[in-house]
């Protein structure tokens, strides 16, 4: 499927959207790149009831209920901590500057780092409503000093108000979105159970996704890259975040689909390459490449 990929990825038609798989393309010593290597990391910390040992979400929760939200944001602060330089894909990534928008739905700082080389772009991250009570997302420069945003307005209603962009990102040539939150800079993660329903509450009306990254969206096609879909959140936010783009995605999943799975690429129009997530992110940036010098 290159041969569609590669024309649109060289236009900036395509929006690269990196699960966790990619967080362990550089080697063994990257931060952890599956949930259940994740929630193991955090129930080592703080004693957790046994039957939820396994599940990222509970866990956390119980984590955030019995022994303090800052326990958790700690924990999950030292699970990726872990001195990584970005493999080469996430800096090859970096320098494709014609991609206006970049969606980074885990918590490591590999994209970010990746980053480092570049002033014109941008990065905003979801934020928890138990420490950021009305704001959806903070905003960051290049350098990672925050972005004020506009206060906070409630209307009679209750709602929440919009993540709006302010003015300042809009001059950014690509946007780095962290709907998960992330490490750097400032150590904001959506984990836990509440921190999943206050969004999901809200996001299928889009509020939670700030407006800039709906304009960009619009025409252009998803690449979901370390990615799966076996669980209804990562189902969710994937529906969610690419709503009212354009009718062709691409998803690479190696091996065997559940259900679910086959199910939302159906329902989503998402083409399934089944290949290894190493050699196909060497040959993607390698065949661009190609075709640029062509």
Not at 25 to 32: D, F, Q, S, T, V
Not at 168 to 178: A, I, N, P
Not at 238 to 249: L, N, P, V, Y
């Amino acid at each position: 499927m290159l041969s569609e990929i590669i024309p649109a990825f060289r236009r900036g038609d395509v929006i690269p959207y990196l699960g966790p798989g990619v967080t362990g393309l550089p080697g063994e010593a990257a931060p952890p790149s599956l949930p259940e290597i994740l929630v193991q990391q955090l129930v080592a910390g703080a004693t957790v009831p046994h039957k939820i040992r396994n599940n990222l979400t509970a866990a956390s929760q119980y984590i955030e209920n019995f022994k303090h939200r800052k326990t958790l944001t700690c924990l999950m602060a030292k699970a990726f901590s872990v001195e990584c330089e970005p493999s080469a894909f996430h800096q090859w990534l970096a320098t494709q500057e014609q991609l206006p928008l970049i969606v980074h739905a885990w918590y490591d700082d590999l994209v970010v780092k990746s980053m480092a080389g570049r002033s014109d772009w941008g990065l905003v991250q979801g934020v928890t409503q138990s420490e950021h009570f009305g704001d959806w997302v903070n905003w960051f420069r290049a350098d990672l000093s925050a972005v004020p945003t506009k206060e906070f307005i409630r209307d009679g209603s209750g709602a929440k108000a919009p993540a709006e962009a302010p003015d300042e990102t809009l001059k950014w040539r690509t946007l780095v979105y962290e709907p998960l939150g992330g490490v750097t800079p400032a150590s904001n993660f959506i984990i836990s159970d509440s921190d999943y329903v206050e969004v999901l509450t809200e996001i299928d009306i889009q509020t939670p996704i700030p407006d800039s990254v709906q304009t960009i969206r619009k025409g252009r096609g998803f690449l979901f890259l370390g990615c799966r879909f076996t669980n209804q959140l990562e189902r969710s936010f994937a529906r969610q975040i690419m709503k009212r783009s354009s009718d062709t995605h691409w998803a690479l999943i190696e091996g065997a689909l559940t259900r679910n799975e086959e199910k939302f690429l159906r329902e989503q129009n998402i083409q399934r390459i089944d290949a290894k997530l190493s050699d196909f992110v060497a040959e993607l940036a390698q065949s661009n490449l190609a075709a640029v010098a062509a």
